[in-house]
């Protein structure tokens, strides 16, 4: 099976859902390739483009090698300006290039007049792949793939809006140049799309089978079943092995998948259900990184799942996790293989259960991860722990500094305990990159200046900020008693605007954040210190580099 991440997304880290995918097919005897077409892809591009005529332009050009060489060398992350000056370098060549609307960056992909929020679209670049500024290089590969490997199989796994133009352009191309060969669309978009009360599929004779939540069960059910995945089905009732319909809604039938049997007992895993990622054949070396980072998820889903807003609520998604004693295993052989220099936790909040385990067994490498502010964290001694075990950042979905809009969002943290957990990080030397939300129903300019003045009061202790402006989601509990306004046209848009009760609207909150937040002398060195377009993913090789401003 040819497993394919397309562009576009930073391309810092290896794709998380493709290596466990690929431990789970491999340990059951299955054999796969692997395909970061957004590493390749970008890496193509930036070598192949031309020059604009401007002296920046050339200049970027000629020290793309330069600059790439030196953003995989930890040396440069010891000098933030000349980190940026690569990073603005490298940024130059891709969004110099110009393809009708186009907008291209190391970060993101909007271009040529299509939405990714609009089915309709997404099948206008299934229709036209040589539109897409990537095809160049996904034709050669593709045709050298299959050369090599033919796979009787291909999987997407489409995980953010930047990707789904071009994965769908990818998609087309293969209907075209492969019509035989079986196409299956799983990841975290994919979910959120299924998830959606209202889905309807609009991609059938496209794509044959659309997987919500973990794929691995799925695709080793599928595999296992050696059942023909029908291409072109046309409706999921003419794929009934495959196919079932519950509320116009088509969806991938987990327990119908063998002939003759119909329950979960009959499947049995030659191996744990719990797959160690296998990263087997992706270019290490090659990402934009200071060396290897192992991307881990010790959990699926959030194991709090009670914030108001939160996607995993109103999606439904449930919380499973490895156990602790399998993922402190799974480091010792994943670091033992990859030898990372840095580990990112992919979880919603990494587990106090896992915090204490890694104190107890450090991992080897430095990590960092999403945490919850929780009761461990006002310890002191804990926190310090916490650094000696390789915690070099935790990210902390603060949300508001006012106590009453986070009580309204059930946030579930009590300020008090955020400002002993902030002083006891920094003491510890454990960075913090703190994610603020603006425009909640619960907000208005007096809480968000509350917030403003929470954020000065502990600004030596906040090492990095992220500022949001909140999107109701669609299916979210408290968009049934507001006034809704949607300002995504698409059929396939997971948000919507509103009528904030309030009057707090999005043009107030962008104003707010530009004249009064981000101008705060305690806070605008913050905001500098971001790095440009990799943001939270290069944040950590900065914290114990002794980086300096000027030089």
Same mark, same amino acid.
Request: aromatic share 10%.
């Given at each position: 099976?040819?497993?394919?991440?397309?562009?576009?997304?930073?391309?810092?880290?290896?794709?998380? +859902?493709?290596?466990?995918?690929?431990?789970?097919?491999?340990?059951?005897?299955?054999?796969?390739?692997?395909?970061?077409?957004?590493?390749?892809?970008?890496? $193509?591009?930036?070598?192949?483009?031309?020059?604009?005529?401007?002296?920046?332009?050339?200049?970027?050009?000629?020290?793309?090698?330069?600059?790439?060489?030196?953003?995989?060398?930890?040396?440069?992350?010891?000098?933030?300006?000349?980190?940026?000056?690569?990073?603005?370098?490298?940024?130059?060549?891709?969004?110099?290039?110009?393809?009708?609307?186009?907008?291209?960056?190391?970060?993101?992909? /909007?271009?040529?007049?299509?939405?990714?929020?609009?089915?309709?679209?997404?099948?206008?670049?299934?229709?036209?792949?040589?539109?897409?500024?990537?095809?160049?290089?996904?034709?050669?590969?593709?045709?050298?793939?299959?050369?090599?490997?033919?796979?009787?199989?291909?999987?997407?796994?489409?995980?953010?809006?930047?990707?789904?133009?071009?994965?769908?352009?990818?998609?087309?191309?293969?209907?075209?140049?492969?019509?035989?060969?079986?196409?299956?669309?799983?990841?975290?978009?994919?979910?959120?799309?299924?998830?959606?009360?209202?889905?309807?599929?609009?991609?059938? +004779?496209?794509?044959?089978?659309?997987?919500?939540?973990?794929?691995?069960?799925?695709?080793?059910?599928?595999?296992?079943? /050696?059942?023909?995945?029908?291409?072109?089905?046309?409706?999921?009732?003419?794929?009934?092995?495959?196919?079932?319909?519950?509320?116009?809604?088509?969806?991938?039938?987990?327990?119908?998948?063998?002939?003759?049997?119909?329950?979960?007992?009959?499947?049995?895993?030659?191996?744990?259900?719990?797959?160690?990622?296998?990263?087997?054949?992706?270019?290490?070396? =090659?990402?934009?990184?200071?060396?290897?980072?192992?991307?881990?998820?010790?959990?699926? +889903?959030?194991?709090?799942?009670?914030? !108001?807003?939160?996607?995993?609520?109103?999606?439904?998604?449930?919380?499973? !996790?490895?156990?602790?004693?399998?993922?402190?295993?799974?480091?010792?052989?994943?670091?033992?293989?990859?030898?990372?220099?840095?580990?990112?936790?992919?979880?919603?909040?990494?587990?106090?259960?896992?915090?204490?385990?890694?104190?107890?067994?450090?991992?080897?490498?430095?990590?960092?991860?999403?945490?919850?502010?929780?009761?461990?964290?006002?310890?002191?001694?804990?926190?310090?722990?916490?650094?000696?075990?390789?915690?070099?950042?935790?990210?902390?979905?603060?949300?508001?500094?006012?106590?009453?809009?986070?009580?309204?969002?059930?946030?579930?943290?009590?300020?008090?305990?955020?400002?002993?957990?902030?002083?006891?990080?920094?003491?510890?030397?454990?960075?913090?990159?703190?994610?603020?939300?603006?425009?909640?129903?619960?907000?208005?300019?007096?809480?968000?200046?509350?917030?403003?003045?929470?954020?000065?009061?502990?600004?030596?202790?906040?090492?990095?900020?992220?500022?949001?402006?909140?999107?109701?989601?669609?299916? +979210?509990?408290?968009?049934?008693?507001?006034?809704?306004?949607?300002?995504?046209?698409? =059929?396939?848009?997971?948000?919507?605007?509103?009528?904030?009760?309030?009057?707090?609207? &999005?043009?107030?909150?962008? &104003?707010?954040?530009?004249?009064?937040?981000?101008? $705060?002398?305690?806070?605008?060195?913050?905001?500098?210190?971001?790095?440009?377009?990799?943001?939270?993913?290069?944040?950590?090789?900065?914290?114990?580099?002794?980086?300096?401003?000027?030089?």
């Amino acid at each position: 099976m040819l497993l394919i991440f397309p562009p576009l997304a930073k391309a810092c880290e290896p794709p998380a +859902g493709l290596p466990l995918l690929a431990g789970a097919l491999r340990e059951n005897d299955y054999p796969c390739t692997m395909l970061d077409a957004n590493l390749e892809g970008q890496l $193509h591009i930036l070598k192949n483009s031309r020059p604009d005529a401007d002296n920046w332009s050339r200049r970027a050009h000629r020290n793309l090698d330069e600059n790439l060489k030196a953003l995989r060398n930890p040396e440069l992350y010891r000098h933030a300006a000349r980190y940026r000056r690569s990073v603005h370098d490298l940024n130059r060549v891709l969004s110099g290039i110009n393809l009708g609307s186009l907008s291209l960056t190391l970060a993101n992909y /909007q271009g040529n007049n299509l939405s990714p929020l609009k089915s309709s679209d997404l099948i206008q670049a299934a229709a036209c792949p040589s539109n897409n500024i990537f095809h160049d290089y996904f034709a050669v590969r593709f045709g050298d793939l299959n050369d090599e490997h033919k796979p009787p199989m291909v999987g997407f796994s489409i995980n953010y809006l930047s990707q789904v133009l071009t994965a769908f352009a990818m998609i087309g191309y293969l209907r075209e140049n492969h019509p035989a060969l079986p196409i299956i669309a799983g990841g975290g978009l994919i979910t959120s799309w299924l998830s959606n009360p209202e889905w309807r599929n609009p991609f059938n +004779g496209l794509i044959d089978l659309l997987i919500a939540g973990p794929g691995e069960i799925p695709l080793l059910k599928l595999l296992s079943s /050696q059942t023909t995945v029908k291409v072109n089905p046309g409706n999921p009732s003419s794929n009934p092995e495959l196919f079932s319909t519950e509320n116009g809604r088509s969806v991938f039938k987990t327990e119908g998948l063998f002939p003759g049997r119909t329950t979960e007992t009959d499947f049995t895993l030659k191996s744990s259900r719990y797959f160690c990622p296998d990263f087997k054949g992706l270019p290490l070396n =090659d990402y934009i990184a200071p060396g290897p980072i192992l991307p881990y998820a010790a959990s699926s +889903g959030c194991y709090w799942r009670k914030c !108001s807003f939160c996607p995993e609520n109103s999606e439904d998604n449930p919380y499973s !996790s490895v156990p602790t004693y399998l993922v402190l295993q799974q480091l010792e052989k994943l670091t033992a293989t990859i030898k990372p220099t840095l580990i990112h936790f992919l979880d919603n909040a990494i587990s106090p259960a896992l915090m204490r385990a890694l104190i107890d067994k450090p991992p080897g490498p430095d990590w960092y991860s999403f945490a919850r502010a929780e009761p461990d964290l006002a310890d002191p001694d804990f926190c310090k722990a916490l650094r000696l075990s390789g915690c070099v950042m935790l990210k902390l979905g603060l949300e508001s500094g006012d106590q009453g809009v986070l009580d309204a969002m059930n946030k579930g943290i009590d300020l008090a305990d955020v400002s002993k957990i902030l002083t006891n990080l920094e003491e510890a030397g454990i960075a913090t990159y703190v994610y603020l939300l603006f425009g909640t129903p619960p907000e208005s300019l007096i809480e968000a200046r509350r917030t403003l003045a929470f954020t000065v009061k502990h600004s030596s202790a906040i090492t990095f900020l992220n500022l949001a402006i909140f999107n109701m989601p669609l299916s +979210g509990p408290d968009a049934a008693d507001l006034v809704k306004e949607r300002f995504y046209e698409g =059929d396939l848009s997971l948000y919507t605007d509103f009528k904030h009760p309030q009057d707090w609207n &999005r043009r107030k909150i962008r &104003r707010f954040l530009d004249r009064e937040f981000k101008r $705060h002398p305690d806070i605008a060195p913050i905001i500098r210190r971001d790095p440009p377009f990799f943001t939270s993913n290069h944040a950590p090789f900065f914290i114990h580099s002794e980086a300096r401003e000027a030089e």
